[in-house]
């Protein structure tokens, strides 16, 4: 028998994986910027690109076919997580004294 999940449970694993991977990527990468004397700009820049090289095969799905709607549904879940770990990683790393 075939179950599949909802849509929210989906997007909420995406986004807190999107999340968790590229909030402590991006402190990690602040970490080592501030040890090796990378610019704060430039790490933020290489991260943005990350996270839509992260989100660019749902995003190509959605384009690409007519009826994708789980690949339209991965893509929220992704995006919602990327942007939120763009956002708050900032926020720790200079909590931590690294930018």
Do not use: N
């Not at 709607?69 to 990683?89: D, I, N, S, T, W």
Request: a neutral charge; glycine letters at 8%.
């Amino acid at each position: 028998m075939w179950h599949s999940l909802p849509d929210e449970y989906v997007r909420a694993q995406l986004a807190v994986g999107a999340f968790v991977a590229f909030g402590v990527a991006r402190v990690v990468a602040a970490v080592l910027g501030a040890q090796h004397g990378w610019r704060i700009s430039a790490v933020t820049r290489a991260f943005i690109v990350l996270s839509a090289v992260f989100c660019l095969p749902q995003l190509l799905d959605v384009l690409v076919a007519a009826d994708s709607y789980c690949a339209f549904v991965e893509l929220q879940g992704k995006a919602a997580g990327c942007a939120l770990a763009l956002f708050c990683a900032p926020i720790v790393s200079h909590r931590l004294g690294y930018e």
